[in-house]
């Protein structure tokens, strides 16, 4: 057969596999590509539950717009011209606009970096800070007992709108909606409330009814007030395939169900061999990020079985404790031990890792040291080659391989 593409940062790594071992390719559902403006015009246009922007800004208020870092594929420099056109139809002046970048408790964006992400023409007229975690203020505790601490330029803000993309998230079911506003610009202790219930029931990728994580963080966000959000799902090249607007939970509804048709991928049977792509730059920026398409690829393996991780990491590990955990960790037992214990941001993603190795083994193609790699448990590899090579060796010479080049948006669902 040909040879196959694997995204790798911001290139693609090439390799083939035999006809005989091949299963299949999973991917998220292609679907016909319209003009991006046309499509985020029209969710502004027709906005869920909700009056246009337009109507619902007055002159006057101080605005606030949320978006994202660039961890995420959220194409901010394209929402946020037709946002702006909006408010400035409804007599917003650029000097009562902010724009935060909901980092969450990722590190700060750099100058050229807040350029890179918005926009040159943006920057040059409208403000545009990063979230600072120690600039929030208490607002008050959900249902959950979640603390409530959100940066203050946001709560002070006369109009909240939140701007995202909608892709799957290993336990709050997908990304987007209110997600911009909480955890985006909570403090870190609402953020380790928030996802500490990411080991109880119904905290899985796909899923929003009866998830917990994802009822705790609306809940929160509503205690702040989101008036308007926009959202868009991205394929694998960045272009946008589909865009809501509106109401923070009913367009995000309406969003999640169209990003679900294309992520959703059906399986007849588990494969001995996964060989899983984060998506590329910048879902494979760092191993934090890149570990939701391992947990996507756990799906799809049998127990037992191997799944080759082909993630760049140009950034390492992406977060102390994380690195610091899965160092640390003695085995994936005493990892999940750990954090059943004592729930640490940073330590969540080192669990969420030793829960697929409980299941499989896993191995690493990446920029990473091989010793660094080697101290996390997992098996490093130079190329996609050579770990598919060693996993043919390992297993039975029938074993069969499903390929998922985009692992961060596909979610496997074996029949």
Known sequence: MPKLRIPFGQSVLTTHIDQRRFAAILAPTRSRL?????????????????????????????????????????????????????????????????????????????????????????????????????????????????????????????????????????????????????????????????????????????????????????????????????????????????????????????????AARRSVVPLPKAADVVLVSAGGYPKDINLYQAQKALDNARHAVRPGGIIILVAECREGFGNATFEQWMREAASPAACLHRIQQEFVLGGHKAAGVARVMQEAQVYLVSALSPTAVEQCGLTPFPTVDDALATAFGTLDPAARVVVMPQGGSTLPSVR
Request: glycine content about 8%; proline content about 6%; charged content about 20%.
């Open 34 to 258: 319209q003009p991006r403006d046309r499509l985020v015009s029209e969710a502004l246009r027709r906005p869920i539950r909700s009056p246009r922007l337009q109507e619902i800004a007055q002159p006057g208020q101080k605005v606030t717009i949320l978006t994202s870092d660039l961890t995420r594929p959220c194409p901010s420099a394209r929402l946020l011209p037709p946002v702006l056109k909006e408010l400035e139809a409804a007599g917003t002046e650029p000097a009562d606009v902010t724009v935060v970048i909901a980092l969450g408790l990722h590190r700060p964006m750099s100058t050229s970096e807040l350029t890179t992400a918005v926009g040159e023409e943006i920057t040059s007229r409208i403000q545009v800070i990063n979230h600072d975690v120690d600039q929030t203020v208490r607002v008050g505790v959900t249902s959950a007992n979640t603390p409530v601490d959100v940066l203050r330029n946001v709560v002070e803000a006369d109009l909240r709108i939140c701007l995202g993309n909608i892709d799957l998230h290993w336990f709050a079911g997908f990304s987007g909606g209110s997600k911009a506003l909480f955890p985006g610009c909570a403090g870190e202790a609402s953020v380790a409330a928030n996802h500490s219930m990411m080991t109880t029931p119904g905290a899985s990728a796909g899923r929003l009814k009866g998830n917990p994580v994802r009822s705790d963080l609306e809940e929160a966000a509503s205690l702040v007030g989101i008036d308007f959000i926009l959202n868009v799902i991205v394929d694998g090249e960045h272009h946008i395939m589909g865009a809501v607007a509106g109401d923070a939970v009913a367009a995000h509804r309406q969003g999640a169900q169209q």
